[in-house]
């Protein structure tokens, strides 16, 4: 029987992220949790492949090595996924049955909770802002696809309201939420609107003041500040409203 408290639990970084991004977030998280904390090795080359399928195949294996290690040294059964930006997009294929370009994950089986951070869902976007990409899994596994089983956990930043005639952040805020929405005067976590980021059907956290990446401001998603304002939360959620 899975332990819904002890569950290991893995990080799964944005596009264009290194592992070695989110060494802050595995110890902030181990801290927090006493539990071991496991982080994808991705590196910057994986995800330049990802405008393809081919390239999402290749982030995905080494997701899959890291659930398999981090089980295989666990007396539990599932673990908890934390993916950010783009990697929590991506880590709803992994939940699938079904084979993905023939090969077949079932992370249904395995994840008890996916917890994305500022993932761009639902995103109009072009290949720079992983519309595609969003667009496709969207229609292969829509919302949250595989709930109650698997516990959904979406989290926003409103950190910034775009602005096309402000700041040169709020400037740059406009851009990317337009791009990602088509409505650039919103607010978001500097990169992707909440609107966006809130996943349907899913468990929702939106956090006032917290940014995407903490080149864009403190506090972060996964910087200890950030982090104490969702995962009780998100924990709490998964195990009133869940199976997993």
Request: net charge positive; hydrophobic share 40%; glycine share 10%.
């Amino acid at each position: 029987m899975t332990n819904k408290k002890n569950l290991p639990i893995i990080i799964l970084g944005g596009f264009l992220s290194l592992a070695a991004n989110y060494k802050g977030l595995s110890h902030a998280l181990n801290a927090l949790s006493g539990q071991k904390v496991w982080v994808v090795n991705t590196q910057i080359f994986d995800w330049l492949t990802s405008i393809s399928r081919a390239g999402w195949l290749f982030v995905l294996n080494k997701l899959d090595l890291t659930v398999n290690q981090a089980l295989s040294n666990s007396k539990e059964t599932k673990a908890i996924l934390i993916a950010h930006s783009q990697g929590g997009v991506l880590a709803r294929l992994y939940l699938q049955p079904e084979p993905f370009m023939g090969k077949r994950f079932n992370g249904l089986d395995r994840i008890a909770q996916l917890i994305t951070l500022g993932s761009p869902h639902l995103n109009q976007g072009g290949l720079q802002r992983g519309g595609n990409m969003s667009r496709w899994i969207e229609r292969q596994v829509p919302g949250s696809a595989f709930a109650p089983q698997v516990c959904y956990t979406s989290v926003a930043g409103s950190y910034i309201r775009g602005d096309p005639n402000g700041t040169h952040f709020s400037r740059f805020a406009f851009r990317n939420y337009k791009e990602i929405c088509s409505d650039g005067e919103v607010w978001g976590d500097g990169i992707v609107p909440v609107s966006s980021a809130l996943l349907p059907d899913s468990q929702h956290i939106i956090l006032k003041g917290v940014s995407h990446h903490t080149l864009l401001g403190e506090p972060w998603y996964g910087s200890p500040e950030g982090l104490s304002l969702w995962w009780e939360t998100a924990i709490k959620q998964r195990e009133n409203n869940c199976k997993g």
